[in-house]
């Protein structure tokens, strides 16, 4: 994603996203940031880089709700007051979070290495937008490799190309060493943002969050 840049602008800031295509806290982050952007008027260089929440989550997935209960201890009405604000939030940001009660949590590996192909491509933003509202704003399962080829197809990829990526899987080894790349920095959890490869956020920061670190960043020499 590249944004435009006024004539004032000096340079374009590098933004590296480490994020899964499942987290919800991904999609308002990237939506804030690039409110952001739009406030400040600068230009980025946007690159997604994997993450998995569930990285054992075996094929199926589970409910959702059942899988916030059991992994973090919350309770079915813990798991309702963080939907809606999630919902409220999305609303605000222009985004569709269509959360039931049968909305499920699947395993992303498929997807990330569909990512990493889709890079090489140029469309590994469009891809991963396509996934995030695949997955939050019409609840599909997004470790089905129907629904990935669809996801290409939305993002302007050839879904043969596409499915042909996926089933012979040599994009596999590439995501495991992203993962282990980020771990090793210390990214642990999503949304963990990297600003000029200096400025390391993690968490949904907020628009003002954003736009105050744009600044802070687009100051710096280049």
């Not at 994603?1 to 602008?9: G, I, L, R």
């Not at 400040?40 to 929440?53: D, K």
């Not at 996926?166 to 943002?193: F, I």
């Amino acid at each position: 994603m590249t944004t435009p840049s006024p004539p004032s602008a000096a340079r374009s800031i590098q933004i590296d996203i480490v994020s899964d295509v499942v987290c919800p806290w991904c999609i308002i982050g990237f939506l804030q940031l690039r409110r952001a952007l739009s406030r400040t008027g600068l230009a980025a260089r946007l690159r997604w880089h994997p993450f998995e929440l569930n990285p054992d989550m075996p094929p199926g997935g589970e409910n959702l709700r059942a899988h916030m209960m059991r992994k973090y201890g919350v309770t079915a009405a813990d798991s309702q007051r963080a939907r809606d604000k999630l919902v409220a939030l999305g609303n605000g940001l222009g985004f569709s979070f269509a959360f039931t009660d049968d909305s499920r949590i699947v395993n992303t590996f498929a997807a990330h290495q569909l990512l990493d192909w889709a890079e090489g491509q140029g469309r590994q933003h469009d891809l991963k937008l396509a996934l995030f509202h695949a997955y939050f704003a019409r609840g599909e399962d997004v470790s089905d490799p129907a629904v990935l080829e669809q996801a290409a197809v939305t993002a302007g990829l050839d879904g043969a190309a596409a499915r042909a990526a996926l089933a012979h899987g040599s994009h596999a080894p590439g995501v495991r060493s992203k993962q282990q790349h980020w771990a090793e920095r210390g990214v642990h959890g999503v949304p963990a943002m990297i600003f000029d490869q200096t400025y390391l956020v993690t968490g949904a920061q907020g628009v003002d969050g954003y736009e105050a670190l744009l600044n802070r960043v687009a100051k710096r020499p280049g």
